[in-house]
């Protein structure tokens, strides 16, 4: 009985310990074998910082590194001026003619497969005569991550009373005014919370880069497809280990931002 | 452009006889409403939300706007102030269409029915919010939001977020942030609706005491009729987007225009008949369920045959064996026996239902105002309920 009072059966807690093992087990290896001195993968070779440091000494590595921070930076920030216009038009914009084509349209990159997104735009850059790199790869990740800032954005705009936009309008501010002095400061955790979302999206994407990227200036994800592709090399642990952490640290500061978001009606919690 | 609307019907013994309940409201100097609403109708699809309604609303009232939920009364309240635009029909403010004025131009504010009070900002930021709008000077929004502060009595509470308030006190800082502007109508859109009972009651009160205090018109929207009558100078009665009846609360309670209205304030009884004959100001009115009863005839002359005869509970009193004569009253009185059914004690005052012979069921409220009277009237109880004509009021149908 007492058991139950609890809600933790040994059922419960068997399944719950196989769940979290089939989804972190992998990783805890990789994390763990990220610090092997041996130089062969499979074989355990004691405790080591070595595949660390031989990162920070590998130019190619470094430099996919940086093109992926900031393809990432500026594909985010594009998608967020993008996808929070889209989720206000959604929001506040009633009825309009076509509203249900274009929120279909604007959420379409969702569900649609990235082979089918990387090819049409790698189809499109091509009748461009668009010069592959920086600039093509953040171009693709703004479609694909903007429809993830609507989400986020639309969703805490609707959950906003409509009234306050009107209290503002009663007591002398135009809409655009009304938006900007009431709407927005209540809506920027759920922006920021989509920026991160639309960072992380951007930095772990390898099909749709792999598309549209051009030569000598390929992301972190496809340097390191490529490399394991000639064996994997324990270097590699050690960079998805750094970038697992770092994007952790973007998840959870997005969910907290996110949580900011939904809870400034109650909490006091400044921004 | 008479001041007395002409749909106001109320028999002679209207203000006449009966003492005014509260002070009548400041005269306006000049005969033009403040407010003018003329054959405003707004549909929402084929839903006619408002349907060509007229109003006139003097400067200085306390009007109130009742009606069950879905009547039109809260879009006519969007109307005036800028959030819906009427399909037809003008809105003057002082003489002037404000059809084409938007929102923010509105010397209109309003207090919303979730007080809609900004999250992000202080109860002082949210009070000056409107005032820094209007490019006030600093130092007079400082003043002005103290003022505001006061006289809503918020003091000490200036630097807190509106989560940190209770509901009372979200319910200030909406008000003083809509005085703060001094509008020259102030719109409440069931301002009380959130806070209990006892709060409600006490901020009643202060809201009359505010509104006589700065002068200032008040439209507010209920569908408490206590409250409306409670507080508002005149109640414009409306249902399915039209107004049913524009009255003071006792022109209302007293002499109802319609049965609509009759049923929807307060109690009432009600009894259909048709008019048999009439003699001396007095209808015989023949009713199927209560036998003839004699009413008083309406000042407004009654044309048609089919009408109904209205009593209020309170009118309708209990005897053991009826008055003993009509002696000593000039009036005939209307005589209906029955056995009581129920006994319903209120505290002040006990409803009793008696059922009729012919098996209709009167209510009768009565004071209780003596302690020790308990049981005066038990269930199972065979009783003479009995009305004056003047109690009656006669409705067409």
Redesign the interface.
């Given at each position: 009985m007492a058991r139950r009072v609890n809600g933790i059966s040994r059922f419960n807690v068997t399944a719950l310990a196989l769940g979290l093992a089939f989804l972190y087990l992998p990783i805890v290896i990789l994390v763990i074998y990220s610090f092997n001195a041996s130089r062969l993968v499979t074989v355990w070779g004691g405790w080591s910082l070595r595949w660390y440091a031989e990162f920070f000494n590998d130019r190619a590595m470094l430099d996919a590194a940086w093109m992926s921070l900031r393809v990432a930076a500026v594909s985010a920030t594009l998608a967020t001026l993008l996808g929070t216009l889209g989720a206000v038009a959604l929001a506040r914009g009633g009825r309009f003619r076509g509203r249900a084509l274009f929120s279909g349209m604007l959420y379409s990159p969702l569900v649609m497969p990235e082979v089918i997104s990387g090819l049409s735009l790698l189809l499109l850059f091509v009748a461009l005569d668009a010069e592959r790199g920086f600039w093509t790869v953040t171009i693709a990740h703004t479609t694909l991550t903007m429809c993830f800032v609507t989400v986020v954005v639309q969703s805490r705009l609707a959950s906003l009373?409509r009234?306050?936009e009107?209290?503002?309008?009663?007591?002398?501010?135009?809409p655009v005014?009304?938006f900007l002095s009431?709407t927005l400061?209540?809506i920027i955790p759920a922006i920021s919370a989509g920026w991160m979302l639309a960072f992380t999206l951007s930095l772990d994407d390898v099909v749709i880069a792999s598309f549209t990227t051009g030569p000598g200036s390929a992301t972190l994800p496809i340097r390191i497809y490529s490399e394991v592709r000639l064996g994997v090399k324990p270097e590699i642990n050690a960079i998805c280990t750094m970038v697992i952490a770092f994007i952790a640290v973007v998840i959870v500061a997005a969910s907290f931002a996110s949580k900011l978001s939904s809870s400034?009606?109650?909490?006091?919690a400044p921004? | 452009m008479t001041e007395e609307s002409p749909e106001i019907d109320a028999p002679e013994i209207e203000e006449a006889v009966l003492p005014v309940k509260s002070a009548p409201p400041a005269e306006p100097a000049a005969d033009m409403p403040l407010l003018r609403i003329e054959g405003v109708g707004k549909k929402f699809g084929n839903f006619r939300a408002v349907d060509r309604l007229s109003l006139d609303i003097r400067a200085g009232e306390f009007f109130a706007l009742l009606g069950p939920s879905g009547c039109g009364k809260t879009t006519l309240l969007r109307m005036l102030a800028g959030f819906e635009t009427p399909d037809e029909g003008r809105i003057l403010l002082d003489g002037k269409d404000i059809a084409p004025v938007a929102p923010h131009q509105r010397p209109v504010n309003m207090m919303f029915q979730n007080y809609a009070l900004f999250p992000h900002l202080s109860v002082r930021d949210n009070i000056a919010f409107g005032l820094k709008r209007a490019g006030m000077a600093r130092a007079d929004i400082a003043t002005r939001v103290g003022e505001m502060v006061a006289l809503v009595k918020l003091d000490g509470l200036e630097k807190r977020k509106p989560d940190q308030l209770s509901g009372g006190q979200k319910q200030r800082v909406a008000l003083a942030r809509a005085l703060a502007r001094r509008p020259q109508v102030l719109l409440l859109d069931e301002p009380l609706a959130a806070l209990d009972k006892k709060l409600r009651e006490s901020t009643q009160l202060e809201l009359m005491e505010l509104q006589r205090r700065l002068g200032m018109t008040f439209i507010i929207v209920t569908h408490d009729q206590e409250e409306a009558m409670t507080m508002a100078n005149r109640i414009g009665v409306m249902d399915a987007g039209r107004l049913e009846q524009v009255a003071t609360p006792r022109e209302l309670y007293e002499a109802p225009r319609s049965r609509w209205v009759a049923e929807f304030v307060g109690d009432i009884n009600l009894f259909e008949g048709e008019i048999s004959s009439r003699e001396h100001h007095r209808l015989n009115i023949w009713t199927r369920l209560a036998g003839t009863i004699v009413a008083a005839e309406p000042r407004q002359r009654v044309t048609q045959a089919n009408v109904s005869v209205a009593i209020r509970p309170e009118k309708v009193k209990l005897s053991r064996r009826g008055p003993v004569s009509d002696a000593g009253t000039s009036q005939a009185i209307n005589r209906l026996e029955g056995v009581v059914t129920d006994v319903s004690y209120l505290g002040g005052l006990t409803v009793y239902k008696v059922k009729l012979d012919s098996g209709a069921v009167v209510r009768s409220s009565m004071a209780n105002t003596a302690r020790l009277d308990f049981d005066a009237y038990s269930a199972g109880r065979r009783v003479v309920a009995w009305f004056t004509p003047d109690d009656c009021v006669v409705l067409e149908q």
């Open positions: 009373d009234s306050l009107e209290a503002a309008m009663d007591l002398g501010c135009d005014r009304a009431v400061p209540l400034q009606g109650e909490s006091a921004l | -």
